[in-house]
């Protein structure tokens, strides 16, 4: 692991000579995020803790009948309750301060919304895992000690994710292990012993279950998070910074998106399919705001067809957002979605719908059907702006005549001056956006010019005319879209805790008139099919259905057909000896015995369990050094056993070691048991 960490580089504060951070991650950072960060994790503590303490409560009181026990308890659950309200507030108050997140040389945009990240426990894998070892490995799990400390050090890594690239995939590469992890671990048959605890993001109530898939289904909504988080950073006012945000937001619903298709009964409401799918539309939602602004950059040019245009892309922005409004408004995400976040979806409803009919007021008031325009060419444009023309008229009259445009454009900007003031309103409504000057200073500024231009545009002795403007028909050039990570492929599903299969064999290959005797098929690991009962391969040994494993010194465990192949179409009259295993049927075999460390039997627990707990305690950190994984056994070990010898290597392309994956984040979490 020594090639994954750098100094922390914390010299103001005294830091000891030996202290190491993992690369993507910095504990000791001191930013304004980090210290929010820090404020959920004590306020998650706190809640736990009264929880426990109403639990006990409610036990006692369920348990005696004296009364004044009763009227004493009911009192101190008064105030129990009134403190988890209390902590409650000052969560939503975190999930609301979004300032922190944006970027400072963007502070004329209008802030966008990022997720916070969950937070977890600490988790001890030593002992359950080298026990499992000994059981089905046969191998003495203290020689993977340090390959266990690399895992667990690499889970607490993951707890402070640096807001970057390096941060992601720091998170992807946890979650990729994940998935060996459980495949060589984590069987449907017995249980770990290991409990993984989670904070919900919006509620801070504790989940606790020993099913590994809490922890992937947790680590892939920190992914979305912290890209969401880079998302809200990007500088808005430069194209660069707009396609990062842009790509940032895209790829956080791609997660989700993931998340959501994968795990479908997780316990932690943050997680549920209702607020999945709320979280993914906000996301695209932000993506198509920032489409917009990516339009707008250059600048708006006072053209008839321009404006008509982004006329079109400003209600696409308010129709996407009044979609996030109406889902957050539903009765199940109501009661757990900052009131923050729902005020600031219909702000930007009222704000982009107000630009949309501002910007159809401009092109009507402004411009004039002149002998040298396109008659048609503004004629097919005007029809695509209304499901149904104003008061029936042809688009053509409406270009034609002065008046009839004049009439049509100040309807327009009536109709944007009301959803101006209804955001200021709405935007006055919620105490943490009276606080976000610079979406305060839009709102007005955007109301002011509204009400300039219909000043300008208003006579008096003109006879007030009450038309109400129609919708705008939403419409984009670019729709915004998840993007979905690329899976990871392997021979997990054979090589796992879940199969057994029998010692290597080696079996001499020969060439017998440019024939090896057998064909090969699938993907790593190749099987042998189609063997020819007299070859020299089957009178060695070979059987139909074995799986090739090695070739000569070659390791072929995670090679498909056409690169065995390739090891095999040099062989000469003399042979080449190959290693092949057999799968051993599973039903046929007993249990393993279980070990006198091992926590075996106990049923999968939900949220409370966790309230039995005693809090974290501080580890002390451990010297890292680099050592093979034990993710990454095989052919290398010089003692071994029936169930040793096969064991593939955890690599996809050789050698990688266990803190070496990619930041892709594997598809095989839907082999495992979802819940």
Not at 284 to 307: T, Y
Not at 319 to 346: C, G, H, L, R
Not at 491 to 511: C, D, E
Request: glycine content about 6%; proline content about 4%.
């Amino acid at each position: 692991m020594t090639d994954a960490i750098i100094p922390n580089g914390c010299k103001s504060n005294g830091v000891v000579e030996n202290d190491y951070f993992k690369k993507g991650c910095n504990p000791l950072a001191q930013t304004g995020r980090s210290k929010l960060q820090n404020q959920r994790a004590t306020l998650n503590h706190q809640i736990i803790k009264e929880m426990r303490l109403r639990a006990g409560a409610e036990n006692l009181l369920k348990a005696t009948s004296n009364n004044k026990v009763r009227d004493m308890v009911l009192l101190e659950l008064s105030y129990v309750n009134s403190n988890l309200q209390l902590l409650m507030e000052q969560l939503e108050g975190l999930n609301s301060s979004v300032e922190v997140y944006q970027n400072l040389q963007g502070s004329v945009s209008i802030p966008l919304i990022p997720l916070g990240l969950k937070e977890t426990k600490d988790v001890d894998f030593s002992v359950p895992f080298k026990d499992f070892i000994l059981e089905h490995y046969s191998e003495d799990g203290a020689n993977f000690q340090e390959a266990i400390d690399d895992l667990m050090d690499l889970r607490r890594a993951c707890r402070t994710p640096s807001r970057n690239e390096a941060g992601v995939e720091l998170l992807a590469s946890y979650v990729a292990q994940l998935s060996l992890v459980e495949s060589r671990f984590f069987t449907p048959t017995r249980q770990m012993g290991i409990f993984f605890t989670w904070y919900d993001s919006f509620t801070g109530v504790p989940v606790c279950q020993q099913n590994i898939s809490l922890e992937k289904a947790s680590l892939l909504f920190n992914v979305a998070a912290l890209y969401t988080q880079i998302g809200t950073r990007s500088n808005r006012q430069t194209l660069a910074g707009l396609e990062e945000a842009i790509v940032a937001f895209q790829k956080s619903a791609g997660v989700l998106h993931q998340l959501k298709e994968t795990f479908t009964h997780t316990p932690s409401y943050d997680m549920s399919p209702a607020m999945l799918s709320m979280l993914i539309k906000m996301m695209l939602a932000q993506v198509q705001e920032c489409l917009f602004e990516k339009i707008a950059l250059p600048g708006i040019r006072n053209e008839f067809f321009m404006l008509l245009r982004m006329a079109q892309e400003s209600a696409k922005v308010g129709e996407v957002y009044d979609q996030v409004y109406q889902s957050m408004i539903q009765t199940p995400i109501k009661d757990n979605v900052p009131f923050f976040w729902s005020t600031m979806a219909q702000v930007k409803t009222h704000h982009y719908c107000s630009l949309a009919h501002y910007f159809v007021s401009t092109a009507l008031l402004d411009h004039r059907l002149n002998t040298t325009d396109d008659e048609d060419k503004q004629e097919k444009a005007l029809s695509q702006l209304y499901d149904a023309m104003p008061d029936g008229r042809s688009p053509l009259d409406i270009l034609r005549n002065k008046d009839e445009r004049r009439r049509i454009g100040k309807a327009h900007l009536r109709r944007a001056i009301m959803c101006q003031e209804e955001a200021l309103r709405i935007q006055g409504l919620c105490r943490h956006l009276r606080d976000i000057n610079v979406l305060k200073d839009i709102l007005e500024a955007s109301h002011k010019r509204s009400l300039a231009k219909f000043s300008h545009n208003d006579s008096e002795g003109e006879f007030t005319d009450y038309m109400e403007a129609p919708d705008i028909v939403a419409k984009t050039e670019q729709k915004a879209e998840p993007e979905l990570s690329a899976s990871t492929k392997g021979p997990l599903s054979v090589f796992s805790a879940k199969q057994r299969w029998t010692a290597p064999r080696t079996i001499r290959l020969k060439v017998e008139e440019r024939d090896l005797g057998f064909t090969l098929k699938g993907d790593a690991p190749v099987q042998i099919q189609s063997l020819d009962p007299l070859c020299y391969a089957a009178s060695d040994g070979l059987k139909e259905g074995d799986l090739l494993v090695a070739v000569g010194d070659t390791d072929c465990k995670w090679m498909g057909v056409s690169d065995v192949m390739r090891l095999l179409k040099d062989v000469d009259e003399e042979g080449i000896d190959i290693k092949v295993v057999s799968m051993i049927d599973s039903s046929s075999q007993p249990m393993p015995a279980k070990s006198a460390t091992y926590s075996g039997g106990l049923p999968k627990t939900y949220s409370m369990i966790c309230l039995a707990f005693d809090d974290d305690k501080n580890t002390k950190a451990r010297k890292v050094t680099k050592k093979t994984s034990f993710l990454s056994w095989g052919l290398k070990n010089r003692h071994k056993s029936a169930s040793t010898q096969s064991l593939p290597t955890g690599d996809y392309s050789g050698a990688t070691p266990m803190h070496k994956q990619g930041p892709t984040l594997p598809n095989s979490l839907n082999e495992s048991g979802l819940y």
